[in-house]
Nanobody, 123 residues
Framework: QVQLVESGGGLVQAGGSARLSCAAS????????MGWFRQAPGKDREFVAA????????DYADSVKGRFTISRDNAKNTMYLQMDMLKPEDTAVYYC????????????????WGQGTQVTVSS
């Protein structure tokens, strides 16, 4: 059974930083593209960033480019999201997710999701 557990959320001042972690279990972590998504109150869930199974490829939403960095440690079965220069509009529940199929970068779906971690950025 695939499990994803996020941690690292909390209350941060605007301009500050936070680091989210996503610990994975239940499958070969190093074979799957991973992603971060977020959902603000009253809004749809949106894509934040993705990283390929080796970590060689990354992708970011325009709204976070230059401020957020996605990374992974396959030896620890963990993915990270370093968030710098945080803005109040970054306030949301952040979710990690993993693709359904191995070695898939483009296309396919995210099949497994964590429970989410709240990030609140105060102005």
């Amino acid at each position: 059974q695939v499990q994803l557990v996020e941690s690292g959320g909390g209350l941060v001042q605007a301009g500050g930083s936070a680091r989210l972690s996503c610990a994975a279990s239940g499958r070969t972590f190093s074979s799957y593209t991973m992603g971060w998504f977020r959902q603000a109150p009253g809004k749809d869930r949106e894509f934040v960033a993705a990283i390929s199974w080796t970590g060689s490829r990354t992708d970011y939403a325009d709204s976070v480019k230059g401020r957020f960095t996605i990374s992974r440690d396959n030896a620890k079965n963990t993915m990270y999201l370093q968030m710098d220069m945080l803005k109040p509009e970054d306030t949301a529940v952040y979710y990690c997710a993993t693709r359904a199929e191995p070695h898939t970068w483009i296309g396919g779906r995210y099949a497994y999701w964590g429970q989410g971690t709240q990030v609140t950025v105060s102005s």
